[in-house]
C-alpha cells in the first residue's frame, strides 16, 4: 500500500467524484480509478458506493477515511520535524521579517560581520502581521523574528512573553508625498488643517500604524485624514504614493533615492517623524547551537556599540 492511494481516498471522499478528485491528484482519471480499485483490494472490502449521485462511503470507507487522515497527518507532521531537523544540522536559522527589512536592512546588516550568521530568509512571513510573528515564533516555525518596534508604549502591543530580543538598530518613518511641480508637497501636513488629507495607511493591526497613530495623537494640529487604501507592505504604500494618490509614511531607508532624485518629497517637517527600533527576537530557551551562538555573540556587543555590526543611516 502506497501513502498516496491514502491521500487519493481522502480526496475522493471529500470531492465525491472521481474526475475531480484525478483532477486535484494530478493523475488521469483511469489512473486514478485503478489505483482506488487496488486500495479496495488491499484492504479486502468495497469503500466506495459507486451506486449513488454523487458517490458516498461505505460503512467500511466510513471508517477507514479516519485511519486515512491520521496516518496522512502524522507523515506530514514527520516530515516537517524532519526538515527542521535537517535545518538544525546544518546550522539554518529561518528568520521571519518584514519584506522592507528584509531588502534594506538585513543585507546592511550582515555585511557588517566578519562571517555572517546562517540566516535563511522565510518568505512566507512577509505577509505576516505583528501577532503572527511571534504565534509562529511559538510554534517553532521559525527561529528569529526581525521587526520594527514603537519606542513607547502602544495600546493593543504583541504579547512577548516567552521572548527575549536584541536592539539592533533604528529607523525613522518618513512622511513623504508625491511632488508638486514647483517640488512642493502635493499634500503637505503644514497645510490648512481644514483640509482632509489622502492617506496610503497601514493596516491597522500591524505594528507600525500603532506606532504612528500614537505618535500623530500627541502632534499639536494633526490634520484630518481620509484613508484611501490599508496594506502590510510598504512597498505597496510607496507604489500608490508615488503614483499621486496620497500621502504616506515610510522607513527612511525604502525612501532616501526617491527623495534625493525628488521623485517623492518630505510631507511634512520633522516633527512628523517616527521613531522606530528594529529588534530581533527568539524564544526563551532555544538550545540550538547555531542560534546560541549569534545570540552570545550579538550579547557580547552589547556593551560596545562601535564594535556591533549595525549599519547607520541619517537622512538630511
Known sequence: MELRWLEDFIALARTQHFSRAADEQNVTQ???????????EEMGTTLINRQTLPL??????EEFLGLCQQVTRRVAATRQRLAHLAEEQAGQLRLAAPQSLLAHFLPEWLAGWASSPPLTPYLRATGWLADDFFEALARDECDLVLCYWPQGACPLMPVT????????????MIPVSPPEADGRPRFALEADTGFTL???????????DLALRSHLDHQPGTP??????????SGSI???????YGLGWLPAR???????AGRLV?????RWEVPLEIRLYRRCGHGQPALEALWEALSHHAGHRHSLPIPSLELP
Open 56 to 61: 458516498s462511503l461505505t460503512p467500511a470507507g
Open 238 to 244: 510607496r507604489e500608490l504614493v508615488g503614483l499621486g
Open 224 to 233: 484630518r485624514f481620509q484613508v484611501l487604501h490599508e496594506s502590510i507592505q
Open 266 to 270: 518630505r510631507a511634512g517637517d520633522t
Open 161 to 172: 512573553e516567552g521572548f527575549e530580543h536584541r536592539h539592533l538598530g533604528s529607523e525613522r
Open 198 to 208: 489622502p492617506l496610503i495607511a497601514y493596516h491597522p493591526r500591524g505594528l507600525i
Open 30 to 40: 483511469p489512473t486514478f480509478s485503478r489505483r482506488i480499485k487496488l486500495l479496495e
Open 254 to 260: 525604502t525612501v532616501r533615492d526617491d527623495l534625493a
